[in-house]
């Protein structure tokens, strides 16, 4: 069964691997799924024909036969219950590597976004410098406790899993900011992630529609 | 096997029903599993007992047997996968409502908790007042977005599932913004999540907490 997905024919960040795609080819990769990618233009993904797709307007799709989802983390779930590799076997260990993949996107993420926001959409925001000390220590709250949560650990529960991905994925937004150098362990952490065979095939996937080749 | 979550011994919000046990008790409510409260104080929260729990000090966790879980939404999650009631049985249904699930906790609830952001951390802000519509946009798009793709249903992919559930908790958090009523759709969406019986239950069961009774 053939899998598509959904990019940016131009991403934001300009292949620095932020867009959520990089997710979802780091996901199929772990688990040596082949996939094709469908680049959508800003204006394609507002039109009629992806709304169906994605109600949000936004990237990445996945389509498997008759099957399509939107939501990078409901993504990696679905591929991660399909295929071995991203998820343990054991019960309980399996529900608490979901807990971190949760963590991810509804705990550590949300501050992470506002965080972009600030500096971005609120660039030329007449309070722009004087309120991004104050999100950026909502951002380091986050930080300090994951940080002690991992510990001198290698993964956030024992063995890789999706929760690592995912957490990985979200703390390397954060690097353009420097927020991530001053949690030593943390930083760490996420070039153990950047180290893996598959999310460098995913990377150079990602960046090769940036560049062209 | 006995089941006991973790909530606020006095809940910032004073029994709306806008802390994150409510989700938990809902769910709970809907498949019908008894389950017992311990309540923590805001210290205890910080405590290294409670961090061996839930990393980021927060509630709700989950405990059962030897399983312990942090982050509502895997707490939903599983309490899904264990028990009928909360995600469809078809494959491809199933996965969609996931879908859902993820939409509501990485798309909807991110603007909605930088607006409340706005509305409380920064409430002495001097930037505040010029502020707020500009956050309020933001979570206006995405609201727009879900009513379009709602339409006249009654739930968000055929019968109500998880989703729903988590949907309809984080658009809760809306109501004293007035931004919800500029969408009847989603407020009659909204209200009708409320007008379920194990809502009702799991609403007067953290009520009770707040007001003693």
Same mark, same amino acid.
């Given at each position: 069964m053939s899998i598509v997905i959904t990019a940016f024919e131009r991403s934001p960040d300009g292949g620095? +691997? =932020?867009?959520?795609d990089t997710r979802l080819r780091w996901a199929l990769e772990e688990v040596g799924c082949p996939y094709e990618v469908r680049l959508l233009s800003f204006q394609a993904m507002k039109e009629p024909a992806h709304l169906a797709l994605h109600p949000f307007g936004q990237i990445p799709t996945y389509e498997e036969g008759g099957l399509v989802l939107f939501e990078s983390g409901a993504i990696v779930l679905h591929l991660a219950e399909q295929h071995? +590799? =991203?998820?343990?076997?054991?019960a309980k260990a399996r529900a608490r590597a979901i807990s971190w993949m949760f963590a991810a996107l509804n705990t550590v993420e949300p501050p992470i976004l506002e965080l972009a926001n600030a500096r971005?959409?609120?660039?030329?925001?007449?309070w722009q410098q004087a309120r991004l000390p104050l999100v950026a220590e909502r951002v380091r709250v986050r930080l300090r406790q994951l940080s002690a949560s991992l510990g001198? +650990?290698?993964?956030?529960?024992a063995d890789f899993s999706a929760g690592d991905l995912l957490m990985v994925s979200v703390l390397l937004r954060l690097r353009a900011s420097g927020l991530?150098?001053?949690?030593p362990a943390l930083a760490a952490y996420v070039a153990r992630g950047e180290a893996r065979p598959a999310y460098q095939r995913a990377f150079a996937a990602q960046l090769a529609v940036a560049t062209g080749h």
């Open positions: 620095k +691997g =932020l867009a959520r071995a +590799g =991203l998820l343990p076997a054991e971005l959409l609120e660039r030329d925001a007449p001198d +650990g290698e993964w956030l529960d991530l150098d001053e949690f």
